[in-house]
């Protein structure tokens, strides 16, 4: 088997963890709204601590001296995850508007994001812990959703897997991402059916 086909298989094994915590059903999302209703969305890096905005994670060496892994072109986690999620917004239907007087709004909290790729030899195992506030409002700040995406405890879930531990950290943000907006239901649930979600 070819290291990139491992790769894949081993890292959506470590996904599969995540999904099952979430508990939420395997049949596909909702339809977006496609009148193109006008979404603001903003994205907070509130991690404690001296940390650099652009930094995903860790990668240890064998004798365990780490190495920052920052998003590609040193971009703030924030404003990258922002980008994208209106990206996502508009390939829904939606238009992403930079007013904070937009019909409905979209906040994302970064509390926790941190990656450790160790690689002692060959092998390398990864630890991927977060915790994302995610709230959506309508124009008048009025709650219509929140929950929180959270792993916080990746101790037990240590993976030893073959591939490029630099691309590691970026692999798990795109792999978590969707679990932000496109394929989070109950925010496009709040985001469709904002006036009766806000009685």
Not at 17 to 35: C, I, L, M, R, V
Not at 95 to 111: F, L, Q, Y
Request: proline share 6%.
């Amino acid at each position: 088997m070819k290291k990139e086909t491992l790769f894949c298989v081993v890292l959506a094994s470590l996904f599969s963890f995540y999904a099952a915590a979430q508990k939420e059903p395997s049949e596909a999302p909702p339809a977006a709204d496609s009148k193109g209703t006008a979404i603001s969305v903003e994205v907070v890096d509130a991690r404690e601590g001296e940390r650099d905005p652009d930094v995903l994670g860790n990668l240890r060496s064998t004798v365990g001296v780490p190495k920052k892994v920052r998003t590609e072109g040193n971009v703030p986690l924030a404003d990258l995850l922002e980008k994208d999620l209106k990206a996502d917004l508009e390939s829904l239907g939606y238009v992403a508007s930079a007013s904070k007087n937009a019909p409905r709004r979209i906040e994302v909290t970064i509390n926790t994001w941190d990656c450790s790729v160790y690689q002692p030899g060959f092998k390398v195992t990864v630890r991927f812990w977060y915790d994302l506030d995610i709230r959506v409002a309508d124009a008048k700040g009025r709650k219509l959703h929140e929950q929180t995406l959270k792993d916080v405890n990746p101790e037990r879930r240590k993976l030893a897997m073959k591939a490029k531990p630099k691309k590691v950290p970026g692999l798990l943000y795109e792999k978590l991402r969707p679990q932000i907006l496109r394929e989070n239901k109950a925010v496009l649930k709040a985001l469709k059916n904002s006036e009766q979600a806000a009685q």
